[in-house]
Nanobody, 119 residues
Framework: QVQLVESGGGLVQPGGSLRLSCAASGSILIIYAMGWYRQAPGNQRELVATITSGGIPNYADSMKGRFTISRDNAENTVYLQMNSLEPEDTAVYYC?????????????WGQGTQVTVSS
């Protein structure tokens, strides 16, 4: 059993910052890439950023320069630092991780954390 648990969402004013965390737990052998996706009402889920096990990040173009993804492999945790937030960043943010267990290797998803940017 593998779980991804996100935290850190909330309400923030435009121009503000938030830091999201996602901790993976369970019968994990290896965590490969980890990442963040988001889904706004009426929209499809979209990529925010990913990071390899070696720490190489990749960002969606609209997030470059404002968001920073990082990870702590010892803690099986991925972070998303979000700065200069805009109302358009309002969405449910989902953590994703490519995980190998004894039985399989597949992507896992967290339950999501709401981020609302509003004055």
């Amino acid at each position: 059993q593998v779980q991804l648990v996100e935290s850190g969402g909330g309400l923030v004013q435009p121009g503000g910052s938030l830091r999201l965390s996602c901790a993976a737990s369970g019968s994990i052998l290896i965590i490969y890439a980890m990442g963040w996706y988001r889904q706004a009402p009426g929209n499809q889920r979209e990529l925010v950023a990913t990071i390899t096990s070696g720490g190489i990040p990749n960002y969606a173009d609209s997030m470059k320069g404002r968001f920073t993804i990082s990870r702590d492999n010892a803690e099986n945790t991925v972070y998303l630092q979000m700065n200069s937030l805009e109302p358009e960043d309002t969405a449910v943010y989902y953590c994703n991780a490519d995980i190998r267990t004894l039985l399989t290797r597949r992507p896992y998803w967290g339950q999501g954390t709401q981020v609302t940017v509003s004055s």
